[in-house]
């Protein structure tokens, strides 16, 4: 297998226009495989269970992907499909997305978290406390659907999407209160209606990206948080996570395993995690990574 170069030189800001360059990441360093396209799945069920549904690098296979090796398009096409991040509460998605949208200016930054505040009036524990976790959902899923339309009413190749999910976005309740996958909310995030909607332009689905992190590097992180409110009032946050974590992974087209330890001088920088989810993202897409030779 070809060794991995290094991630593509990123900037903290947006350059003057006309000293922007972009460059592509060569197809022959990308060791990743995507369940998009034309490519299979990032990671087997031998080699989850090989790693104990903890999917590391060795559990990946190389597969190539037509879309990142095609010619260049024509002027005129529209942006690539949005790059979503999922992960449970706590794992760092909003100040990764923060990092992404600053290192590659083409990207706009969508909070789900943020607009549903926003037109809910409400604080997150204000709404959960006054209407309950059934509402709250609902609302997750309306703000899904708006921001993967917003993502495809997009127009300049250059107008890209970010959306930062909350941790709960892969999970509704039954009738009984009890957590099941979120189908709709997933469907919405890969912007299923949209591209319904959008047929003749053929926009391809989005891509989701899932952030895993130990449950105890989790429970550190958001410990004592007034702004987070419980997600149980009968099970452990452990227990709650712990059940969730499948559904992450059949939500997510690639999984970053930043997993390791409960303190952040144990896991994966910051900076590793952001290079590996931006050079991932260009491959997938057959974008250019952003660079700025002044």
Partial sequence: MASRVSAPRVLAASPPAASRRARRVPSAHRPWVSRRGSSRRLWNSDARDALGSSPSRAGYRRVSSSSASASAEPPGRPPPPALVLIGGRGCGKSALCRSIAAADPRFTLHSLDD??????????????????????????????????????DATHHEDWTLIDAGGGVIVDLDAAGNEIFSKRKIDA????????????????????????????????????????????????????????????FDAADYVVDATGGAVESAVKKKRE?????????????????????S
Wanted: charged content about 35%.
């Fill in 115 to 152: 607009m549903i505040v926003r037109d809910a009036g409400a604080a997150i524990p204000a709404i959960v406390d006054e209407r309950g976790w059934h509402h709250f959902r609902d609302l997750e899923f309306e703000a899904c659907e708006t921001a993967a339309r917003l993502a495809a």
């Fill in 189 to 248: 995030l890969r912007g299923g209606r949209a591209r319904e909607a959008d047929a003749a332009r053929r926009r391809r689905r989005n891509v989701i990206v899932y952030i895993k992190r130990d449950v105890s590097y989790l429970l550190n992180r958001t410990s004592g948080d007034a702004n987070r409110p419980s997600l149980s009032e009968t099970h452990s946050f452990a227990t709650v996570m712990r059940r969730r974590e499948p559904w992450y």
């Fill in 273 to 293: 995690i952001k290079e590996e989810v931006l050079e991932y993202f260009y491959a997938e897409t057959g974008e250019e990574a952003w660079n700025d030779e």
